[in-house]
C-alpha cells in the first residue's frame, strides 16, 4: 500500500471536514459513504473454487519477504529477482507471460503480465505490486497479495476463464514512485489506454493476510465508522468509488460465499482519502473500473511499513478463502 505512516498523519479510508451526511443509516463527516450489498446475481452463477492450500501461500510469501529483500526502489537488483520468480511461476501455471519494462530515476523496473483465455481484445485485470516499503519485508504489504496472484494463477491455468484475464505484477508502487508516473500499474494502465483496450474490470490485491478477532483490533480514521462496521480486524474488504458500486457488489458477493471468511465493503468518493492508496486508483485515472481487496493494511497491522511485517504474523487460512473468492468474483465477471 501506497500511503506511509511516516508522514505523520493518521490516513485510511476516509477523510472528511465539514457537515454531516446520513446514508442507509450511516452517518460520516463531509461525505456520503456507504457499504454496498451484493445484488442477488452476484456472483453470476455459484461457482466452486479450487482449493487453494494455504502453504502454498505461506511458502510464497516467506520466500518472497525472507530472500528477496530489500524490495524497495533503491534495490533494483532484487525486484528484478522477485520478477523472474514471479515469470517462473505464472509461466508454470500456464500464463502467457511477458514483462513490460521501463525506466525510472536511470534504472531498469519492469511489471510482469500473464494472459489466460482467449485473446479477446476486451480483458479483466488483477494486480498486486511485488515491491515492498523501505525499512519492511513487505509480508503483508505485499507479499500477501502477489501469493495471492500467483495461486489464482494456477486456478486459471486449470480452469481457462472465458474470456481474457491478465494477472499482473506490478512494480514500484511504495513511495516516492507512488502517484507519480514511474509507479508501475501507472505504465501498465496507461500503455492500456493508449491502445484502446478495454477493460472490464481490475482488481488490486493489497495486503491480504493479517487478521485479528481481538476487540478493538481495527481502526478507523473516522470515528462514525465504527457504528457500522467491525471492531474486530477480522475481515477482508472491497473498496472502491461510488461509480463502481456494481464491480463492488460482484466482488464483494464473491467473497461472501466463501463459508468461513468475513467480508465488508466500503463506496465512496475518490476525495476521500485512502479510497485509492493502490494500484486500482491508476486505472480510475484511465478511466477503467476498478476495485481494491485489501485487510485495511495500516488501520489493523501494527508492523505496516516496518520491520515487524513478517511472513509469521499472517494469517494463511483465511488468506486462502480470500484467493477463493476472488476466483469466483473472476468467474462471475468473466461470464457476465
Same mark, same amino acid.
Given at each position: 500500500m501506497g500511503k506511509s505512516?511516516?508522514?505523520?498523519?493518521?490516513?485510511?479510508?476516509?477523510?472528511?471536514?465539514?457537515?454531516?451526511?446520513?446514508? +442507509? +443509516?450511516?452517518?460520516?463527516?463531509?461525505?456520503?459513504?456507504?457499504?454496498?450489498? &451484493?445484488?442477488?446475481?452476484?456472483?453470476?452463477? $455459484?461457482?466452486? $473454487?479450487?482449493?487453494?492450500?494455504?502453504?502454498?501461500?505461506?511458502?510464497?510469501?516467506?520466500?518472497?519477504?525472507?530472500?528477496f529483500v530489500p524490495r524497495d526502489h533503491r534495490h533494483p537488483e532484487n525486484l528484478e529477482r522477485t520478477a523472474d520468480y514471479l515469470v517462473e511461476a505464472l509461466t508454470r501455471a500456464g500464463g502467457r507471460v511477458r514483462s513490460e519494462p521501463y525506466t #525510472?530515476?536511470?534504472?531498469?523496473?519492469?511489471?510482469?503480465? #500473464?494472459?489466460?483465455?482467449?485473446?479477446?481484445?476486451?480483458?479483466?485485470? %488483477?494486480?498486486?505490486?511485488?515491491?515492498?516499503?523501505?525499512? =519492511? &519485508? +513487505? @509480508?503483508? *504489504?505485499?507479499?500477501?497479495?502477489?501469493?495471492?496472484?500467483?495461486?489464482? @494463477?494456477?486456478?486459471l491455468g486449470a480452469r481457462p476463464p472465458p474470456m481474457r484475464v491478465e494477472l499482473v505484477g506490478f512494480t514500484l508502487e511504495e513511495p516516492p514512485h507512488f502517484r507519480e508516473a514511474t509507479q508501475g500499474s501507472k505504465v501498465y494502465a496507461r500503455s492500456l489506454r493508449e491502445q484502446g483496450v478495454k477493460?472490464? @474490470?481490475? %482488481?488490486?490485491?493489497?495486503?491480504?493476510?493479517?487478521?485479528?478477532? =481481538? $476487540? *478493538?483490533?481495527?481502526?478507523?480514521?473516522?470515528? @462514525?465508522?465504527?457504528?457500522?462496521?467491525?471492531?474486530?480486524?477480522?475481515? %477482508?474488504?472491497?473498496?472502491?468509488?461510488t461509480e463502481d458500486q456494481a464491480l463492488i457488489a460482484t466482488v464483494h458477493g464473491a467473497l461472501r460465499a466463501e463459508r468461513g471468511l468475513a467480508s465488508e465493503s466500503l463506496a465512496a468518493p475518490r476525495g476521500l482519502e485512502g479510497v485509492d492508496f493502490s494500484d486500482h486508483a491508476s486505472f480510475w485515472d484511465e478511466g477503467y473500473p476498478a476495485v481494491m481487496v485489501t485487510d485495511t493494511a495500516l488501520f489493523r497491522n501494527p508492523g505496516y511499513h516496518t520491520s515487524e511485517d513478517t511472513w509469521d504474523r499472517l494469517d494463511y487460512?483465511?488468506?486462502?478463502?480470500?484467493?477463493?473468492?476472488?476466483?469466483? #468474483?473472476?468467474?462471475?465477471? #468473466?461470464?457476465?
Open positions: 505512516r511516516k508522514s505523520g498523519r493518521r490516513i485510511g479510508w476516509l477523510a472528511a471536514t465539514v457537515g454531516l451526511v446520513g446514508l +442507509g +443509516g450511516l452517518a460520516v463527516v463531509g461525505y456520503g459513504v456507504g457499504r454496498v450489498s &451484493p445484488s442477488p446475481e452476484s456472483p453470476a452463477r $455459484p461457482c466452486t $473454487p479450487g482449493r487453494v492450500e494455504p502453504e502454498r501461500l505461506r511458502a510464497h510469501v516467506r520466500t518472497l519477504s525472507e530472500t #525510472a530515476g536511470g534504472k531498469h523496473y519492469r511489471n510482469v503480465i #500473464a494472459t489466460f483465455g482467449p485473446e479477446s481484445e476486451e480483458r479483466l485485470v %488483477i494486480g498486486a505490486h511485488y515491491d515492498a516499503a523501505e525499512g =519492511a &519485508p +513487505g @509480508a503483508d *504489504d505485499n507479499a500477501s497479495g502477489v501469493a495471492g496472484l500467483l495461486e489464482l @494463477a494456477a486456478r477493460v472490464r @474490470a481490475m %482488481i488490486s490485491l493489497e495486503s491480504l493476510g493479517y487478521y485479528s478477532d =481481538a $476487540p *478493538d483490533s481495527q481502526s478507523y480514521p473516522v470515528a @462514525a465508522l465504527k457504528w457500522r462496521y467491525p471492531s474486530q480486524g477480522h475481515f %477482508i474488504a472491497v473498496v472502491g468509488r487460512e483465511r488468506m486462502a478463502r480470500v484467493v477463493q473468492g476472488v476466483q469466483c #468474483a473472476v468467474e462471475a465477471l #468473466a461470464t457476465r
